[in-house]
């Protein structure tokens, strides 16, 4: 059974980029040598799905950010890679999650941007979420949950709080059903 977790960072005022994509005021996260739980859980994860416009700032890095991965990019850009660990995906989630469990990859980490979070969010594809919430307020940019959002009841399964102020929350989704009545 496919494991979908979100894990990704987000201001307080909710944003995980600004408006042109820019996440340099991620920089905190680099400055006291902790690593916030990311090397246990990359090393816990099979695959990665990300958008196109997460993809392009994953290119802007020094290095490719998702080594050893086999990556996901949802897009229906015409894009090419030249690494064979990624792959280009115009199916719609649904579909193209069932090809990637084919695949025998089961414990999926959903990048980002906020249009694929909603997409998943949509269908109800999330099961876990690992949000780290970074002590600075952006007003404004790429929200981490774009309206529309459909309600989503989760359940904490643990947080922690970092010396610098960041706080780490994981969450597991409790799937709501309602009843017509």
Do not use: C
């Not at 042109?20 to 902790?34: K, N, Y």
């Not at 719609?92 to 969010?121: D, H, M, R, T, Y």
């Amino acid at each position: 059974m496919t494991k979908v977790t979100l894990y990704i960072a987000a201001s307080l005022d909710g944003y995980i980029a600004r408006n042109d994509g820019g996440i340099d005021w991620l920089s905190i996260l680099d400055t006291d040598g902790e690593d916030y739980g990311y090397s246990a859980f990359y090393e816990s994860i099979d695959a990665i799905v990300l958008g196109s416009k997460t993809y392009q700032v994953g290119l802007g890095f020094d290095q490719w950010p998702y080594p050893g991965k086999k990556s996901f990019v949802f897009t229906q850009r015409h894009l090419q890679s030249d690494r064979d660990d990624v792959v280009f995906v115009s199916d719609p989630v649904k579909q193209a999650l069932a090809n990637i469990e084919a695949q025998g990859l089961e414990n999926i980490w959903l990048v980002g941007g906020g249009a694929l979070i909603n997409s998943f969010l949509q269908h109800r594809l999330i099961d876990e979420y690992i949000i780290t919430t970074i002590p600075i307020i952006l007003g404004g940019g790429i929200y981490l949950f774009p309206p529309p959002t459909p309600e989503e009841k989760l359940e904490l399964i643990n947080s922690k709080q970092y010396p610098g102020g960041l706080l780490q929350a994981h969450y597991r989704s409790i799937q709501l059903s309602y009843s017509v009545s």
